[in-house]
């Protein structure tokens, strides 16, 4: 765990995210990473990202040595029926994370091709670095722009945000801090 937390902090340092890798610098890294892995209808789409990691080539080593034995789930948000099973998250520190912590929440998501994930906000500010796959990202009611890989996108508290992806399925870091409470979490209507 603690090579991972270290990669994870030194792709937010690359990215110019310097508070966040900091603070993912900061968290103990006793945590266990011994659970069940990729859900096996996951499997090839989390392969195939895991593979096109170009820019942090560190962390691609290091998903090939631990990815598939992270806490891959679905998360305990209530996502549209037609999400459910085409993404999985991971959170690595945080209220329900791995290694456990109320101030801050953090870790990776997978997204598969084709999926426009909907317009949603919560009160957690929230900052991701794209790991691999193109994806377009619209923030409020702005248009959709395409972020390749090595893009980092923050969104104030409450701010909405929509993603989606193409022929390629999303690998991503994701970072929470202020009020990190899944309560907030709400779909735009």
């Known amino acids: 765990m603690k090579q991972l937390l270290e990669c994870f902090a030194d792709c937010w340092r690359q990215s110019d995210t310097l508070s966040v890798a900091e603070m ?3 968290v103990d ?3 266990d990473c011994s659970a069940s892995g990729v859900p096996s209808h996951l499997q090839a789409d989390y392969n195939k990202a895991v ?5 942090f080539p560190i962390m691609r080593d290091e998903f090939r040595h631990i990815g598939d034995r992270l806490q891959w789930s679905y998360g305990d948000l ?3 029926d037609e999400f459910k099973g085409r993404f999985a998250i991971v959170e690595l520190v945080g ?3 791995m290694i456990i912590n109320s101030e801050i929440s953090f870790g990776f998501v997978l997204q598969t091709p084709e999926m426009a994930y909907p317009s949603h906000k919560h009160a957690a500010n929230e900052h991701f670095v794209i790991l691999s796959g193109t994806a377009d990202w619209q923030k409020d009611s702005g248009s959709f722009e395409p972020r390749p890989p090595g893009s980092v996108i923050s969104h104030a508290s409450f ?4 993603v989606t992806t193409h022929s390629d ?3 991503a870091m994701w970072f929470w801090q202020g009020d990190i409470d899944k309560e ?3 779909f735009s209507s």
């Open 78 to 80: 209530d996502v549209p």
């Open 29 to 31: 890294a006793n945590g």
């Open 95 to 97: 209220p329900s994370g």
């Open 159 to 162: 701010q909405s945000h929509a």
């Open 24 to 26: 993912v610098r900061g």
């Open 51 to 55: 593979a096109a990691i170009s820019v």
């Open 184 to 186: 907030s979490y709400q």
């Open 169 to 171: 399925p999303m690998l």
